[in-house]
């Protein structure tokens, strides 16, 4: 594996129900093993918050309980103390960050705006991200289905966007349309698909990936099916399960 020289973000994007999520979370664990030396920050923009239970974190502040708190605050008519509150929002993110291991942090980023949307603050928020993301070496994102919620709610530069769906027709158009639409929306250096949770290998050659990069194909995992039937974190997935094996082979293929 290569190691860039900036910051290297990877965003992984898809409809639900696809391993998206645990994908990610072996994202996370990979560049860890591979990279003792580097920092790692693993974002979970997923309403979810599915991200934090296969790294077998805990979560007690989330983004938008930083964004909650200030948009309260000016509602109730205290704008002084609104500006002050959003001074310190930066600080408040940093104490958002939940270390997993010596070198991987996780920030939650939790759910999505409702009623009285600040687009002030959320452009704010965003800011303060891509600056945290700074600090680390990697940084791995957990999207939502679609790529305009990483856009607008968490950064518009990917150096990397990973594609993720299962072996069906309508699967394979969705992450064909989400690329589209990434192209528009996203500024990305690469873009690959993985398809995970084929049902027979024999019959790779007959997806239908478009002009996507095909990175992996990953056969149904038992031992990955049982992880998340006991709740485990990736952390306990043995090195030779056919999805630690796929998510490894991908990153290769990245140049990651």
Do not use: W
């Amino acid at each position: 594996m290569q190691q860039a020289s900036a910051t290297t973000i990877l965003a992984l994007v898809g409809k639900g129900g696809v391993g998206k999520t645990s994908l990610s979370a072996l994202m996370v664990k990979l560049l860890s093993d591979f990279y003792p030396d580097k920092k790692i920050l693993a974002i979970d923009a997923d309403p979810a918050v599915g991200l934090a239970t296969a790294l077998g974190v805990e979560v007690d502040s989330t983004v938008d309980d930083i964004r909650k708190s200030f948009v309260q605050t000016a509602e109730n008519g205290n704008t002084k103390a609104a500006v002050e509150l959003l001074g310190e929002a930066k600080y408040q993110m940093f104490d958002a960050l939940v270390d997993i291991r010596d070198n991987v942090s996780f920030l939650a980023i939790g759910r999505p705006e409702s009623a009285g949307c600040y687009c002030k603050v959320n452009a704010y928020l965003k800011e303060v991200i891509s600056m945290i993301s700074d600090h680390f070496d990697y940084v791995v994102i957990d999207g939502e289905a679609g790529i305009e919620q990483v856009n607008r709610r968490v950064m518009e530069k990917v150096t990397h966007l990973i594609l993720v769906s299962d072996a069906s027709k309508k699967g394979l158009q969705v992450v064909q349309t989400i690329h589209q639409v990434a192209s528009e929306l996203v500024m990305f250096d690469k873009a690959g698909l993985i398809v995970n949770r084929m049902p027979d290998m024999s019959l790779v050659d007959r997806l239908d990936t478009g002009d996507l990069e095909l990175l992996t194909c990953i056969p149904d995992d038992r031992e990955m099916v049982l992880s998340d039937m006991n709740g485990a974190s990736v952390f306990e997935l043995p090195d030779d399960a056919p999805v630690v094996l796929g998510a490894k082979e991908a990153l290769q293929k990245l140049g990651i």
